[in-house]
């Protein structure tokens, strides 16, 4: 049979759709039920969430749940969500440094807050390593910095000599083997922070010859040679 191609990121996840419509006009119930029942498939939930924080519009809306459901795991998540995403908006926007700080700040309380509301969830793990693409020493953005091994940035493998925010990948691992996501954000800081020429394109090399859990990495590669043609 024929295959019909979908041009959509939300692919043939109806649920989601009908989230997202309901997102744009203001109402977060359908959000609240579908999150509830994709409950702790990571691999669901990370997209979703994802999806639903790009799609919903008006951001205000996640701050309502909060507001509504303080208590709520998922309203605390999305809400760390969005704030993440206007962080990165205000500092690719180029606005003042002090607005930038000041984004990044409220996103990092908010996802500290989810990580407390659900400590197995991966999410709130994958926004905080989305915050070192902005201009500030990423391990501010790892709530148990003081605890761990000097130095912060160096991964304990002879094949992978980059500096990079290692922990928050690993805390992201921990929970979710092969995160999506959490890997494709450390490949934009090596692509986007660091100065070691070509860390980007090794990184993703490595992951696949160190055997990635998802086979969703093993184009990973690819995107390291989009990012090399862009540039050029």
Known sequence: ?????????????????????????GRYLSARDLL????PNWALRTIRS??????????????????????????A????????????????????QQVVARAAGLARQALHQARERWPAC???WVDLLKLTQLPFAPH????HAHERG?????LRDPAMHHRGPWPLLTEINQRHPGNREGHHRMREWFENRSREPGAAMNYACWLVAMG??????????????MDLYRRR
Not at 212 to 225: A, E, K
């Open 212 to 225: 990635t859990l998802n086979p969703q990495l093993q184009v990973m590669p690819l995107y390291g040679l």
């Open 1 to 25: 049979p024929d295959m019909q191609l979908i041009v959509s990121p939300v692919g043939a996840d109806t649920d989601l759709r009908a989230a997202l419509e309901d997102l744009k006009m």
């Open 140 to 143: 501010h953005f790892d709530p």
């Open 36 to 39: 509830a029942r994709t409950g």
């Open 122 to 124: 991966p999410v709130p």
């Open 50 to 75: 994802q999806l639903l924080a790009a799609g919903a519009g008006e951001p205000g809306v996640f701050k309502t749940w909060r507001d509504e459901e303080p208590t709520s795991p998922d309203a």
């Open 77 to 96: 998540m999305m809400w760390g969500r969005v704030l993440t995403r206007a962080a990165l908006a205000a500092y690719r926007g180029n606005q003042s």
């Open 150 to 154: 000097m130095p912060w940035d160096a």
